[in-house]
């Protein structure tokens, strides 16, 4: 097999020649140096590309954009009146530090922007992008258009209390902005579909399932990005999931969802993963993908240490429905390149007994 053949055969919950081991994106390395070259020939590499083209908000959006110092003011006009976000830049990162909408009144604030699709211009960028990734990696791996879901518009234009304070005070308010959302983000999916993109890998349901709990995840993920999967299959695309945090309670519903593959299925202290227990549940449903810690583990721990979890993980979670990787951090290192090459030995190893 290929290494897309073998991803695709586990993805389907099939039994592939081995167990694909598969690195997500090209963490810190080189993108065009030797080692990255030798991860993507000799693994099974899951490349993420594209991008949201900001199909939430749209691209006739009307803002001013003021910087004094480390501090960056961006005014958003709208027909019911302006909100701001205020971005700090320390040097080293940069990030929000007051967002736009603080209540159910910015909900309509945020939702009186007339909406126009993105542009033709920044939709084609990141489709060459992907097919940029496609074209490179061919049969060696898998890429995948990488796409919020209807929740991470809110999540995106509130704080994380004032987002958590929005589903307790006004969960009526939130409901109809992430609905609004997931119209709009189907309307892209199609999009892309109709541009040949055949795989898509689904971020943001942690927004519900870390912040806010099950029935928010029921309501706001479950129902909503289950139209989304569906529709994605309408094409023949595969729908792959993320979702960090703990997990267990809701893999029921990430199966309901419908979709392909789901990671990173976290072991503890960084999620509550039992992986011998979401094997039981998902088998036959859902491909697990994971769960070695990129940087606690992989990044970390000397080659028979990672040996020996991975084969561990192999003989728990294999040989259908699983592929043995990190937990998309994407902050992996040279050490890390090297003990996934040494799992694909012992891949093989395994799968020729």
């Known amino acids: 097999m290929t290494s897309r053949e073998r991803l695709l055969c586990a993805f389907s919950c099939g039994s592939p020649d081995r167990i694909p081991v598969s690195p997500q994106g090209l963490g810190r390395l080189d993108k065009d140096g030797e080692l990255a070259r030798l991860l993507i020939e000799r693994t099974d590499i899951i490349i993420y590309a594209g991008s949201a083209c900001n199909c939430f908000i749209g691209s006739e959006v009307k803002f ?7 501090l960056t003011t961006i005014t958003y006009h709208t027909p019911k009146g302006d909100i701001k976000r205020l971005v700090k830049s320390t040097g080293i990162t940069r990030a929000a530090i007051e967002f736009p909408c603080k209540s159910p009144d910015d909900v309509e604030k945020l939702l009186s922007i007339t909406y126009v699709p993105p542009s033709d211009e920044e939709f084609n960028a990141a489709l060459a992008n992907f097919n940029y990734w496609k074209d490179r990696v061919r049969d060696e791996g898998v ?24 589903w307790a005070d006004a969960p009526d308010a939130m409901i109809e902005l992430v609905s609004v959302a997931n119209e709009r983000l189907m309307m892209f999916v199609e999009r892309a579909c109709k541009a040949g993109v055949d795989g898509f890998r689904i971020i943001g349901g942690e927004y519900a399932s870390v912040q806010l709990g099950p029935k928010a995840f029921d309501i706001l993920v479950r129902q909503f990005d289950k139209r989304l999967v569906a529709l994605m299959h309408e094409y023949g695309a595969i729908a792959y999931y993320h979702n960090h ?15 392909d593959a789901l990671d990173p299925l976290e072991s503890p202290p960084w999620g509550d993963c039992n992986l011998a227990e979401a094997k039981r549940l998902l088998r036959g449903k859902v491909c697990i993908v994971g769960n070695m810690d990129d940087m606690e583990v992989l990044n970390s ?17 294999g040989p259908d429905g699983f592929v043995l990787s990190g937990t998309a951090s994407g902050t992996y290192g040279e050490r890390a390149a090297l003990n996934f ?13």
């Not at 029921?252 to 979709?259: E, F, K, N, R």
């Open 64 to 70: 001013d954009v003021e910087t004094d110092g480390a």
């Open 143 to 166: 890429v995948l258009w990488e796409l919020p879901n209807a929740i991470c518009f809110p999540a995106e234009w509130f704080s994380p209390q004032d987002f958590c304070l929005l």
């Open 245 to 259: 945090g703990p997990i267990m309670r809701y893999l029921g519903m990430i199966a309901d969802i419908g979709v």
């Open 301 to 317: 721990k000397p080659p028979e240490v990672v040996l020996s979890i991975g084969r561990e993980l192999i003989e728990v979670a």
């Open 341 to 353: 090459l040494k799992l694909v030995e012992l891949a093989e190893e395994m799968s020729s007994r």
